[in-house]
């Protein structure tokens, strides 16, 4: 067992503890939401986005090359694997729309604008404000709004805002689909 020092939390705790121990942000919420199973997966907000699939202790040899792999942890000597697919914008582009554009004053006005706006509207939004991640790798690739008419307004444009998150959601869930059955069959539910 590896000790990496101690810590008091900067005075909050009355003695020093051990810290043993080390995960990345993204493994760490993997494990905090109870992903020990090949097939769990979780998609977490930030700065960026990280939607993680458990595919458990056996690293397959042809993963498709959309996606990241790496360790999830080692636990009593296991290994477990994941895949991931990171979304370079996510609470970055809600706080575009706050801070940059002033199209909105706090994030949780985003869900009743985008519930108002007008159906009829198509307007996109391609959120490659620092190229796109996972799963297109554009690093040269500009953000913008697609589609716009006359009678897009600040309403239209949240919405693009948060589709363009789910839509870059679904497309790395998307290629979780294509990986072979077998990494991710013991998790997954049979309908009844």
Known sequence: MLHFGDTDLFGLLPHLIPILSELGDSQAALYA???????????TFGTGSSVMLNIG???PKDINNKLNTSIAWSLNGEISYVI??????AGACITWL???IKLIKTPEET???ALTANPEDHTILIPAFAGLGAPYWKPDMKAAFVGMTATTSKKELVRATLNSLVYQIADILAEFQKLPLSLIMKSIPTAV
């Open 84 to 89: 991931e697919g990171n979304i370079n914008y």
């Open 33 to 43: 939401h109870g992903c020990f199973n090949a097939g769990d997966f979780k998609v």
């Open 98 to 100: 706050k801070d940059n």
């Open 111 to 113: 869900g009743d604008l």
């Open 57 to 59: 202790n056996k690293l």
